[in-house]
């Protein structure tokens, strides 16, 4: 049994390269997403190790709420000399960080895409220093003397005894460059900047005077970190704790590896739509061979084969096909690697590229999704094809072994029904309990019923459909058009679910395009209605923020009548991390339209915290109530509801508070600068001279970007446009597994009008017109499976918008050019899809095509 | 021979000279066609017999420029198929030929009649609507044209096939075993419409054929065997025929 079914896989190789491709890409997509995802693990693992060298216990601020990028709250300096005293330990010394951003000879920010900005103490005693070590000159020594990563050094062309600007929370100062490190091997922090200073300067620059961010400790030849820590650990005052070197490096990258998790969980979800579109070529390349096969496996039951042998008989030949696939794609996987590696790249995420680790559960997922989906596409096939009577042999019957259009009707209804309601469910509410599903597992598993019921369905609407849009065709191509639509709707399932492989992917994209306008809509309205200030100044790329300094001076100057400034920060809320905006309470008012409907903004002057009136209903919050807030630095917090505002899309925050409690609340990085400021003119200053003003204030700070409101609705729609390319160019894969299965299922569909192709060339169609006929053929499928798929993105996008209001999407907006685009983008997909095909149609040797049975 | 409208008595509507079609080499060798020549007049009806494996089929593919001869030439009138590339081939059949095969004749996907108008909307021609009409008319389909080919009958559907190759008033027909697949009442109507299209239209055919009765309607039967012409018959009956296929066994 188990040689006949080898035998039949090898004797059809193309059959089984094409229905392989399929399964191989969403295979390699799976297993790129992990190499990528471990690559960057990797980077980090390796990184802390590096950082931590030689250091034994490292004593910080503790925390009982871990949110966002905060680090640690510092501890008063004094600590140390605790510390000291301590048996033990041969040497110890604090230490600060923050932000602080290298300029470089030309005055430009030197501003990594991605990785941080970092400024930091530097140790007097090396041994301390982990694996950093002097390249060239000496440890930075008083106010005005900096040292530099070795990557930026070499980049910009820096060296020793050159003076550089560098941008600190306090001030942009000019440096003279004294040393230039490295960090063992490497030359940078995984592509952050560092600028590293004498301590006492590290700690003025970042307004940490009289305190440290951490300590690190050494103990004495042949100490036990363990032991030391704990004896550590007695002398330390409340609010400080003692961590070994080796945690605290674990702790460290995983955090990070954490932070990137959303990356490889949004990465699989592409990856697996792809793996469901190469289903769906999949189950139907089977169903064909079934059919082809009916008087073989017909034959097969008459010489005495069961029904169970005929069922494994189909399954072998999908278990070779997904074997195959998966081991392939596994190794393509590393292709898929390096292509994510440089689509990140693209929008702007410098990703550190080390080695490309093939880690045990890469292969075991690879192989597991990629015979688990061949195998389970090919199991009905497999089991109709064991429904087929003996008698088939013998007979020239064409057996049905469908499920009545009736049936197919009752279930596909019903699965849309279910699909929907539960993406109705998760989108906008509570009406079922879900139990252990959460909303988006919800809605994924709900647009997955959506996608099987359209692909069930539509093969009931595929007749009229492609006549309705084959009707032009015979006046435009008479005979090959006619055929192209008739051979289209001859096999209506086969035509579905080759159109619905298209549908998933186009579906997606229609429904990214409509958020995506939706997003961009909202934010121009938001803007138009919200953004009373005449420039918006941001930080470029992700270095986090900028100094308050440019903001002071903005103030201070003639030209500007109000300056807000807008800090953002994590905190916790009932153990999920929440973020918040603290805005300057005093100016608020003449620059952002908050839409204030209870309370006042000056009360948020006082302290407590305002909320967005859709997060006010949702939580059931009434003005005077208190938020239990977690904060990394200040620990929990009883804090009032002050206020109510209607308008987020400008702060982009649904909790606000005065930049007081702000600063009471948060300290470390990140948090000491400004993330935006909002600038009005004042009454009767021109245009050009406030623009000149706020650009020449903004000279000495080159990572921020200045904005009037037209610039400023610009930039936001480049994001948003950003985005989109991104998840479009994800969504790539999926399509091309779409196209090569219209071409796979064309090719099959080929094979068996071997005898028709024969005698249509016989009385005279070109090879010419033949292929045009496959072309059409092709057309028509991929132009119902966009049209399907625009249907389906609509729907998707009309409701997601509708849930999203909370998040300041309260403007639908369909994009019709770009919708409209799909079906062309659909009708290129098919002829590209039928290439192959028709060339092979056309090449049939007529003889032996009329002579075929 | 008495026609009513054939073109110039004794013009020849297609010829093969010296026709060899060889297929493997050395040891492995079938030559399919060993030197054949023959001569199939306009207006006439001939059948070609011969046991199986005699050639017969690989001489009509050759005429009718389905195949490629390995050696000899082929003419369709004055033109030399050899000459001729798939592009040139495939507008000749278009034009200048017509076919009727055993079984699969109709496009399944097509009505009747747009298969007895295939070769026309395939060049994207006009018909002449008053000579479709009697084709159709006396092939007895008129009444079937607005259905697909499954719901017609054999008969039917062979008899859509010769309406086919007629209307599109081809210099020459070839059927290749066009009664095979049917029953005898069928098979002779078909027959005999072959016939009376070559009497009254003056419609050249020729047919590849096993069957006696079916040669018996031609006008000229030409004999193969082994990839030669053995042996040809003027005015068949299905006797004479028989008697000259009992030779072959012997």
Known sequence: MIRTALKTVFAHKLRLALTALSVMIGVAFIAGTFIFTDTIDQTFNDLFDDLFEGQDVIVQGETEFDVGFSGPPPMDA??????????????????????????????????????????????????????????????????????????????????VGDVVKVQTPTEVAEYE??????????????????????????????????????????????????????????????????????????????????SLGFLQTALLVFALVAVFVASFIIQNTFRIIVRQRQKELALMRAVGATGGQVVWMVVIEAIVVGLVASVLGIAFGFVIAQGLTSVMAAIGFDL???????????????????????????????????????????????????????????????????????ILNGLFGDILDLGPLNELTAIGVGALMVFLAVSMLSSLIVKPFARFLGWPLPSVDNLTGTLAVENSVRKPRRTATTASALMIGLALVAFFFILGDSIKASAGAAIEEGLR??????????????????????????????????????????????????????????????????????????????????????????????????????GLQQVPIVGEYTENG???????????????????????????????????????????????????????????????????????????????????????????????????????????????????????????????????????????????????????????????????????????????????????????????????????????? | MTSTQ?????????????????????????????????????????????????????????????????????????IELGSLNDKDLTLLRREKVGFVFQAFNLIPTLTARENVLLPLLIAGDDHDEQWFEQVVGILGIDDRLSHRPSELSGGQQQRVAAARALVSRPAIVFADEPSGNLDSKSAAELLDFMRRAVKEFGQTIVMVTHDPVAASYADRVVFLEDGKIVDELLDPTPDSVLDRMRQFGA
């Open chain 1, 650 to 853: 400008i702060v982009s925050a649904n909790f606000l508070v005065g930049l007081d409690f702000y600063e009471e609340n948060f300290e470390g990085f990140g948090t000491d600068v400004d993330f935006v400021l909002a600038a009005k003119a004042a009454d009767g200053v021109a245009l050009e001279d406030s623009r000149a003003a706020i650009e020449a204030a903004a000279v000495d700070y080159p990572n921020v970007e200045v904005r009037d409101q037209a610039e400023y609705r610009q930039s936001q729609e480049d994001q948003v446009n950003q985005l989109l390319v991104m998840f479009n160019a994800l969504l790539i894969l999926a399509v091309i597994i779409a196209v090569f299965g219209i071409a796979n299922t064309l090719a099959l569909s080929i094979f068996e009008r071997t005898r028709e192709i024969g005698l249509l060339r016989a009385v005279g169609m070109s090879r010419r017109q033949t292929k045009r006929m496959i072309r059409w053929e092709a057309i028509i499928v991929a132009i119902i499976g966009a049209a399907l798929g625009i249907v389906v993105g609509l729907f998707f996008g009309i409701v997601v918008t509708a849930a999203m209001g909370a998040q300041g999407i309260d403007v639908l907006s369909i994009p019709s050019v770009q919708i409209f685009g799909l079906i062309i983008f659909g009708a290129v997909a098919g002829l590209l899809a039928a290439m192959l095909p028709a060339r092979r149609a056309a090449k049939l040797n007529i003889l032996e095509a009329i002579a075929y049975e």
């Open chain 1, 177 to 258: 460059v004294t040393a230039i490190i490295g960090f063992g091997e490497s030359d940078n922090l995984a592509g952050a900047t560092f600028a590293g200073f004498e301590l006492a300067t590290a700690q003025r620059l970042f307004e940490l005077e009289g305190q440290y961010s951490s300590i690190v400790v050494i103990g004495e030849e042949g100490t036990n970190p363990d032991l030391l820590r704990s004896s550590i650990a007695t002398v330390l005052p409340e609010g400080v704790e003692a961590v070994t070197a080796a945690d605290e490096s674990a702790a460290q990258s995983e955090a990070l590896s954490e």
């Open chain 1, 352 to 422: 550190p590229s080390t080695t490309a680790p093939l880690a045990t559960r890469t292969i075991i997922v690879g192989v597991a999704v990629g015979l688990g989906v061949t195998v389970a596409a090919a199991v009905l096939p497999a089991v109709r094809a064991s429904r087929i009577p003996p008698v088939a042999a013998l007979q020239d019957v064409d057996v049905r072994l469908r499920m009545s259009d009736r049936r197919r009707t009752i279930i596909g209804s019903v699965v849309l029904v279910a699909g929907v309601a539960l």
């Open chain 1, 533 to 634: 200030a005449d420039y918006v100044v941001s930080v470029t790329g992700f270095s986090g923020g900028f100094s308050p300094a440019l903001g002071e001076e903005l103030a201070a100057s003639d030209e500007f009548d109000a300056v807000t400034s807008l800090r953002f920060g994590f905190w916790d809320r009932d153990g999920s991390d929440e973020f918040l905006m603290g805005i300057d309470t005093e100016t608020v008012d003449r620059t952002i339209f908050l839409g204030v409907t209870q309370g006042s903004v000056a009360a948020l002057g006082e302290g407590g915290v305002m909320v967005h009136e859709d997060t006010m209903s949702d939580a059931g919050w009434v003005l005077g109530d208190t938020v239990p807030m977690g904060f990394a630095t200040s």
């Open chain 2, 6 to 78: 054939a073109p110039l008595t004794g013009a020849i509507a297609a010829r093969i000279d010296n026709g060899a079609k060889i297929y493997g080499e050395g040891d492995t060798e079938v030559r399919a066609l060993d030197g054949v020549s023959a001569q199939f007049e306009s207006g006439r009806f001939t059948a070609i017999m011969g046991p199986s494996g005699s050639g017969k089929s690989t001489l009509l593919h050759c005429v009718a420029g389905l195949d490629v001869l390995s050696n000899g030439k082929v003419f369709i009138g004055d």
């Open chain 1, 78 to 159: 004094d600590v140390l000399d605790a510390v000291l005293a301590v048996p033990g330990v041969e040497a110890a010394e604090g230490s600060v960080g923050g932000m602080a951003i290298i300029y470089d000879l030309e005055g430009e920010a030197i501003v990594p895409t991605g990785p941080p900005t970092i400024g930091g103490s530097m140790t007097e005693d090396l041994r301390l220093a982990g694996n950093v070590d002097l390249r060239d000159g000496r440890t930075p020594e008083g106010s005005s003397e900096v040292a530099i990563d070795a990557r930026t050094a070499e980049d910009n062309n820096i060296a």
